[in-house]
Structure formats: C-alpha cells, structure tokens
C-alpha cells in the first residue's frame, strides 16, 4: 500500500491566493503568486509561485523560497480551482 505524503506547505485561500488560482495566467500554465503557510507552523506564512502542469493529472505545482534553498508541492488543479471557486463565493 503506497504511503501518503501530506505536503510541507499549504495553500492558504487569501484573496490574492483565489485570484491567482482562478486567473487565465495559471490556466495556460504561467507562474502566478499564492500565500501558503508551513504545515508545522501555521504561523509561518510565505510567499509561494504556482504553476499549472497540464498533463493526463493536470497539477499544480507550489514552489517556495525558503532559508535552504527551495521545496516544492504539487496539487490536482482542478480541486484548486473547485476548492478556490468555492471560496470566492463564500467570501461574498
């Protein structure tokens, strides 16, 4: 039985974050910017670059600066865009 690999940083759904998401920049694939938080420590918010892979599981991949250089997480796009869609229209 595979193991799960729970990611390092999540996604955290700010205004900015949803926009982003949901914008045609990351539909067609271009670099857009997400807040995310370190799962340890929600605490620790950072600035992360997104990127649609389009491909046969369509992900997105979160990319982060951090001290020791950089660490990457990658997420089925469509639950992004259904997770963030969802949330714009709670947020009104």
């Known amino acids: 039985m595979a193991s799960l690999i729970l990611p390092l940083y999540v996604l955290e759904y700010t205004p900015k974050t949803i926009d982003s998401v949901l914008s045609p920049a990351a539909l067609e694939g271009k670099e ?18 997104g990127r649609r892979i389009k491909g046969e599981s369509d992900l997105f991949r979160v990319r982060v600066a951090i001290e020791s250089g950089h660490h990457e997480d990658e997420w089925s796009y469509t639950i992004l865009r259904e997770s963030a869609g969802r949330s714009r229209k709670a947020r009104k």
């Open 32 to 49: 857009v910017e997400v807040d995310v938080y370190d799962r340890r420590d929600v605490t620790k918010k950072h600035t992360g670059i």
